[in-house]
């Protein structure tokens, strides 16, 4: 009783400033529901009350009736479970916006805005739907296609592609985003050529000395400069975002984070956001900012630093709030196996022999972050391989003399070691996992990793049990932004081919919740604000039809979703 009356002098001071609510209190509403709340003062209540976009009381509904007497009542969610508003910590608004508007040739079962996507699970699948599409083209127009994976549908080079058309320009955007496959006419029509060998590794040459077709990583600057006006035209932007952002609705998101902010160019990115994003009540969730280490060294130069703080403060214009993080990057991507992993390197796949590719070498990782670090500014670092963990851990350590308790976010995570997952918990590391790697890739992965680091892939577990926040984010458009989806995956750790991966890394139904609520918004550095419902914290709620605490792991996919509310204001789904 003492806390409930502790709770509603905080309620009325936030609500009215001063004392108990009053007869002229006509702005806050009681939402009489299931609360979860994630927060450990409360766990649990039976109504929700918000005044002005803000919690401003949580107990019993009759009880509040009584204590704010000229309150509304709203019924609308009695027989529905309001949880925080989902939070998607990591996706990428420019990629979304291309991707999700792109022709589309995925390797398993995608979700669309319109539905599940069928999956294309073999060779012969993959070629011809590509043919299908490549004939139903205009002719003559370069065409991009976007899904393909080679642990899926095998290796791919230009011989492969000219075998479906040499009448035009034909471009296979792998479906990790790190690597194009062209055809020879888009060689030629791009400008990749044996030359740019000697200047990047993301050019291979074949055994005639020529490009493979295949261009990934450090040359992918190169290739933009011819697809990126075709795939970037503001239609598609339009177009795509469109899409993307019914699938954040259908999904009951209320906050995502744009990690890589300016990696397309600043004005690029920000005329996408104003103009197809333009802001949470139009869109429907908030956006925030992440910029990118060499983006702002592009444009700043040696005034990086304070770039970030002008960005962070307003001073500088952006479409969307600004976090004060950096994103880095250690080494490159997961699913296309240039992560850097440890001897004896890639055991198969595309990568056979070689043990993936540093964006940033270990010995520069440090004094890289150092700037913004000792700025005060929290770190979000792209860390895949088990090699990569071993530098950024070793940087982590290196800048924690520094710092003891500031924000240091490992994103996707790909894989830990037992001794990785100790060194995290110890340096307070923070982890923001590539929800999908276990479900789409975790068989799969086996050839190339062999069994030891193969039961390295995402070990959430046991970084949970270590004490280190865990939280899952879509890394959209790589993955469906189903939040849901993805925590129940962790609960069971299902592959696509109906296999378990490494069961005793399961999460709790807890954990997983805390997943894309709490601790996702811990990622941020917004635990204050959203994450959980708690007096004083946005009204950003997701509605339920089942309490996902009381629902099998399996189960939470299917869970219905009725909308979300966002700064109070309740938004159905159609």
Request: hydrophobic share 45%.
């Amino acid at each position: 009783m003492i806390r409930r009356l502790l709770t509603l002098l905080l309620a009325c001071t936030v609500a009215s400033g001063s004392s108990l609510a009053t007869a002229q209190d006509t702005a806050t509403t009681i939402y009489p529901a299931s609360v979860v709340t994630m927060d450990e003062a409360m766990p649990t209540a039976g109504a929700v009350a918000v005044r002005d976009g803000m919690i401003v009381a949580l107990g019993d509904p009759d009880e509040l009736a009584i204590e704010l007497p000229a309150a509304r009542i709203d019924s609308r969610f009695a027989a529905h479970v309001i949880v925080p508003g989902f939070i998607d910590p990591h996706i990428h608004m420019v990629l979304s916006s291309i991707q999700y508007a792109l022709p589309l040739a995925p390797p398993w079962a995608m979700a669309g805005p319109e539905g599940m996507i069928d999956g294309l699970p073999t060779r012969e699948a993959f070629f011809d739907h590509v043919r299908a599409l490549e004939a139903s083209a205009p002719a003559g127009e370069p065409l991009v296609i976007y899904g393909f994976h080679d642990l899926v549908h095998g290796d791919l080079d230009r011989h492969d592609l000219d075998a479906v058309t040499t009448d035009r320009p034909l471009i296979i955007w792998h479906y990790s985003s790190h690597d194009f496959y062209l055809n020879s006419a888009a060689l030629d029509w791009a400008n990749i050529d044996a030359s740019l060998h000697d200047q990047f590794e993301g050019v291979p040459l074949g055994d005639d000395g020529q490009p493979t077709g295949r261009v990934f990583e450090d040359a992918l600057g190169v290739l933009l400069q011819s697809v990126g006006p075709l795939i970037m035209a503001p239609d598609i932007l339009e177009r795509g975002l469109d899409n993307f952002s019914s699938l954040l609705r259908q999904g009951g998101v209320t906050t995502v984070a744009d990690l890589g902010y300016g990696i397309f160019g600043f004005p690029l990115e920000d005329a996408n956001i104003a103009r197809n994003w333009v802001s949470p009540d139009h869109s429907g969730y908030r956006v925030y900012l992440v910029p990118e280490y060499r983006a702002l060294q592009q444009r700043f130069g040696d005034d990086r630093v304070q770039g970030v703080a002008d960005f962070v403060s307003g001073e500088l214009a952006a479409p969307a709030p600004v976090l004060p993080q950096v994103k880095f990057f250690t080494d490159a991507a997961f699913y296309s196996q240039t992560m850097r992993i440890s001897e004896p390197g890639y055991l198969a796949g595309q990568s056979q022999g070689s043990q993936g590719l540093w964006v940033i070498q270990p010995d520069d990782l440090a004094d890289t972050i150092r700037p913004y670090w000792e700025a005060g500014f929290g770190v979000r670092i792209h860390s895949n391989g088990d090699a990569a963990q071993s530098a950024t851990l070793s940087a982590l350590a290196e800048l924690r003399q520094t710092s003891a308790d500031q924000r240091f976010v490992f994103e996707h995570a790909g894989l830990f070691s037992p001794e990785q997952v100790a060194q995290a918990g110890s340096l307070n590391a923070v982890i923001s996992a590539a929800s999908h790697y276990v479900f789409y890739l975790g068989e799969a992965y086996q050839a190339p990793l062999g069994a030891e680091r193969g039961a390295w892939i995402l070990p959430l577990g046991s970084l949970s049990q270590a004490g280190v926040p865990v939280t899952l984010h879509s890394d959209a458009p790589l993955a469906p932004p189903l939040p849901l989806r993805a925590a129940g995956i962790h609960m069971t750790r299902a592959t696509r081919e109906g296999g378990t991966l490494t069961a005793d890394e399961q999460l709790s139904a807890s954990e997983a919740l805390e997943s894309i609520t709490i601790d996702a918004a811990y990622a941020l550095g917004l635990e204050a604000e959203i994450g959980s419902i708690a007096v004083g914290k946005r009204a950003d709620f997701t509605i339920l039809n089942a309490n996902p605490l009381e629902t099998p792991g399996e189960a939470w996919p299917d869970i219905g979703i009725w909308g979300v509310v966002l700064d109070g204001d309740p938004r159905p789904l159609p």
